[in-house]
């Protein structure tokens, strides 16, 4: 299995200003992904980070907003830009187990709160 | 299109008493049924999965599953609860064929056990 550690846990930002997530895991995967838990809300997928190439987004996301950098094979950062109070939510980074793909690994999320 | 609807947002039970928690999808293809569990402050974890083969599927501490594929259902169960299996349930379907690890999340359900 995959251990995933990601930064913040949780933080409180202003309107305006944006923040980058970061998402480490221990050993070498191809393809990450980050997802949104909105508050009472189930899991939503933004979009996957594959190393060496733009990632793909989900409809209803976009580069602009979510910007998206993937240096590696164990890390990669998400960032949440111009942030409005809708953007309140936990950001989740996830990878598969690279055995069949079947399942996904997640990290233990930021829960990030827009004032 | 996909989409999984968890029938009740929340259960409260009292210790050592059943519970069943339900799930149903849609979906105009083969998919793979998972349920993940979130505790508190936690990323999230498998729980169980169905792939194929045999409808009755059994997890991690003591839930199982069984994939009903003319009712379109993947209810979970345990049959006697503890307080620690106080947590946030999620169903989650996969396509089959599909390349990437594109989820589709029910909105949850929060099992709440009581002493």
């Known amino acids: 299995s995959a251990v995933i550690s990601q930064k913040p846990s949780r933080d409180i930002c202003q309107r305006g200003t944006s923040l980058t997530i970061q998402c480490q895991v221990d050993?070498?995967?191809?393809?990450m992904f980050w997802y949104r838990q909105q508050p009472g809300q189930s899991l939503t997928l933004i979009a996957t980070?594959?190393?060496?190439?733009?990632?793909?987004?989900e409809s209803g996301f976009v580069i602009d907003k979510f910007p998206i950098s993937r240096p590696n094979l164990t890390f990669s950062t998400l960032t949440v830009s111009n942030m409005s109070p809708e953007d309140s939510s936990i950001y989740l980074c996830s990878v598969e187990d690279g055995t069949g793909g079947e399942k996904l690994f997640f990290g233990s999320g930021t829960q990030l709160s827009v004032l | 299109a996909q989409s999984v609807t968890q029938l009740d947002s929340q259960v409260p039970v009292f210790e050592e008493a059943p519970v069943e928690l339900r799930c149903n999808y849609s979906s105009s293809v083969s998919v793979y049924l998972f349920w993940y569990v979130q505790y508190p402050n936690q990323g999230l974890q498998l729980l169980l999965k169905y792939l194929s083969g045999s409808t009755l599927v059994k997890g991690i501490n003591g839930f199982e599953a069984e994939f009903n594929k003319s009712q379109t259902s993947f209810h979970l169960r345990k049959p006697s609860v503890h307080i620690s299996d106080t947590a946030e349930y999620f169903c989650?379907?996969?396509?089959?064929?599909?390349?990437?690890?594109?989820?589709?999340f029910g909105q949850g359900t929060e099992l709440s056990v009581k002493p």
């Open positions: 980070a594959n190393q060496g190439s733009e990632a793909t987004y």
């Open positions: 050993s070498q995967v191809t393809m």
């Open positions: 989650a379907v996969r396509p089959l064929g599909f390349q990437g690890g594109k989820l589709i």
